[in-house]
């Protein structure tokens, strides 16, 4: 039995989670609020190795906990901020296959007697399975080791169907018949799962699914809790099921999918497909000091800044362009889509690297109304978020997504390194429109040219 | 503890969970999402558990991998959140003087 001041600690820990979560949901607080969760983990662990409960293989479980923490801790200091979002899916996706581990493992060690604890273990497996799969796919689309764009299996949607059934009955039968051949293939049954469920997700449901499998994840953990009767895991566990399952919600209800298309499009097989390539059709493409005259000679300018400038680490340029415009006397604002860069908030985070004041930084509700005094648009390095597919064309897998509304300006100039289209992969019209200016390049590059050009003006 | 008081601890959870985050802006949504995902890395107390009571080397080596994943997750998920949120220190507007020019 476990001593009380232990039980008391984790009580402790448990409520500096809660806290956390607390804390994170408003900017002012979000520092200590998580500083706070990583206290209570801190607290949890530091007791559990003095609590006097028998622990063997205590130095390979030090070893393990340095060498982890140790990884952890660098790959998080170490990863360009462009590369986050792909971190945290990995980070996610190791934390299911640790719950699934531990279940395994519990089983092992305890067997099947108890039904119910049975169930439970069944669930962190699968479920732990799937998030680990499921976010290694997402990572190597985030990090362009594979297609971004929706993987189509042929009869995809079948073998998924297939893999989900053979899933469900293997979990039942192993409650009802507990045998570790059958545990080993419902471990591989879901991994293969995870990997079905994400293949056909693309472009900008990416993050949707990341925050899905960090709720999925949670729920393992609060199971895996169940099976080994620790409170802890359960109140954690289920604390970031509910409150991830929320944001998912949240997530998708800002870039306006429906969250049923993401969960189920697997199923579906509902994709992206025809994207109608626009080929050799007639562009309007221009130099730096073109840009640079549009900008410097105009009364009211906004920048749109997008996944392009963060890759080429230009936010500092960006600024840079935007003071020298302030200075002449050209009202400037940064206009920030929900999903700028890969994830809601990411933009902000990038810019707020590059001393941008916050104040300038303007969401899409309040923007969108002002296009239509503009006299012109600087896009560097976005496209999703600008195309007018998304309020016109029903068969755009981008289609109902909030955008923000460039194309109702006076004039358009976007930095794009080529013609290819954007991470959900589809032509934007806006590109062909007699109004828009292209400059190809890499973006910093482009923006450092102009900033020189506006210089001499 | 019995099942139904465990159970009970679930259902209440669920309610927190709901409630802690129900107003949260856009902006803060990826970090809110990373320090969630930092927070289910405790299933590390869960591979110290079971690697402490395993004697089979296979639940001893597949303990030590669980044990090393979660302790992955935990640090470098609290790290990475700390790292997104410190770009929202409080700054005055005395970041309009030119300080180096960003990278």
Same mark, same amino acid.
Do not use: H
């Given at each position: 039995m476990t001593p009380t001041w232990v039980q008391l600690a984790n009580l402790l820990a448990a409520v500096l989670f809660i806290f #956390?979560?607390?804390?994170?949901? @408003? /900017?002012? @607080?979000?520092?200590?609020?998580?500083?706070?969760?990583?206290?209570?983990?801190?607290? $949890?662990? +530091?007791? %559990?190795?003095?609590?006097g409960i028998p622990l063997a293989n205590i130095l390979l479980i030090l070893a393990a906990v340095l060498i982890g923490s140790a990884i952890g801790w660098i790959s998080a200091r170490k990863v360009q901020m462009t590369q986050m979002p792909q971190l945290v899916a990995l980070f996610n996706g190791v934390g299911g296959g640790a719950a699934a581990l531990v279940a395994v493992i519990e089983y092992l060690e305890v067997g099947g007697e108890n039904k119910i604890s049975l169930a439970a273990t069944v669930f962190? !497996?699968?479920?732990?399975?799937?998030?680990?799969?499921?976010?290694?796919?997402?990572?190597?689309?985030?990090?362009?080791?594979?297609? @971004?764009? =929706?993987?189509?299996? =042929?009869?995809?949607?079948?073998?998924?169907?297939?893999?989900a059934a053979l899933t469900v009955i293997g979990a039942v039968w192993l409650v009802i018949s507990p045998q570790v051949w059958l545990l080993a293939a419902l471990l591989v049954l879901s991994l293969i799962f995870g990997?079905?469920?994400?293949? =056909?997700?693309?472009?900008?449901? +990416? /993050?949707? !699914?990341? @925050?899905?499998?960090?709720?999925?994840?949670?729920?393992?953990?609060? $199971?895996?809790?169940?099976?080994?009767?620790? !409170?802890? %895991?359960?109140?954690?566990?289920?604390?970031?099921?509910?409150?991830?399952?929320?944001?998912t919600k949240e997530m998708a209800k800002a870039m306006g999918r429906p969250i049923t298309s993401t969960l189920f499009g697997a199923f579906n097989g509902t994709t992206a497909g025809n994207t109608s390539t626009g080929g050799d059709r007639p562009v309007r493409s221009g130099g730096p000091n073109d840009v640079a005259i549009m900008l410097g000679f105009a009364n009211k300018v906004i920048l749109v800044p997008g996944y392009g400038l963060a890759v080429a680490q230009a936010q500092g340029t960006l600024r840079e362009l935007a003071d020298l415009l302030t200075a002449r006397g050209v009202e400037v604002d940064y206009a920030i889509h929900p999903v700028a860069g890969r994830m809601p908030g990411h933009m902000n985070v990038l810019l707020a690297e590059a001393s941008v004041p916050y104040?300038? %930084?303007?969401?899409?509700?309040?923007?969108? =109304?002002?296009?239509?005094?503009?006299?012109?648009?600087?896009? !560097?390095?976005a496209n999703d978020v600008v195309n007018p597919?998304?309020?016109?064309?029903?068969? #755009? /897998?981008?289609?109902?997504? /909030?955008?923000l509304n460039v194309d109702q300006a006076q004039q358009v100039v976007f930095l794009k390194r080529s013609m290819r289209p954007g991470f959900a992969g589809i032509e934007n019209e806006i590109l062909y429109d007699q109004k828009t200016m292209l400059l190809f390049g890499d973006a910093k590059d482009s923006l450092n040219k102009v900033v020189s050009s506006l210089k001499n003006l | 503890m019995d099942g139904v008081a465990l159970l009970t601890i679930f259902i209440l959870s669920i309610f927190v969970g709901f409630e802690v985050v129900s107003k949260v802006s856009t902006v803060l949504h990826t970090p809110l999402m990373s320090g969630a995902n930092a927070i289910h890395g405790i299933v590390l107390i869960g591979g110290i558990t079971v690697t402490g009571s395993a004697t089979h080397p296979l639940e001893i080596t597949l303990g030590v991998i669980a044990t090393l994943l979660g302790a992955i997750n935990l640090v470098g998920g609290f790290v990475v959140t700390d790292r997104m949120l410190e770009m929202f220190k409080p700054k005055k507007p005395v970041a309009r003087s030119d300080d180096g020019g960003g990278e």
């Open positions: #956390a979560l607390k804390g994170l949901s @408003s /900017p002012k @607080s979000a520092r200590n609020g998580n500083l706070l969760g990583a206290a209570g983990a801190l607290l $949890a662990t +530091v007791v %559990l190795f003095i609590s962190t !497996v699968v479920i732990g399975s799937v998030s680990f799969s499921g976010s290694i796919i997402t990572f190597l689309k985030l990090q362009e080791l594979m297609t @971004s764009r =929706p993987v189509i299996i =042929p009869a995809g949607k079948w073998v998924t169907m297939l893999v990997m079905l469920f994400v293949l =056909p997700v693309g472009g900008a449901d +990416v /993050p949707i !699914v990341i @925050s899905l499998l960090n709720a999925f994840t949670g729920l393992s953990v609060a $199971a895996s809790g169940y099976v080994l009767g620790n !409170v802890l %895991l359960i109140i954690a566990g289920t604390l970031v099921g509910a409150s991830g399952t929320l944001l104040e300038q %930084l303007k969401e899409m509700d309040e923007i969108n =109304p002002e296009f239509a005094s503009t006299d012109v648009v600087l896009v !560097v390095g597919a998304a309020r016109t064309d029903k068969s #755009a /897998p981008i289609y109902g997504m /909030p955008i | -």
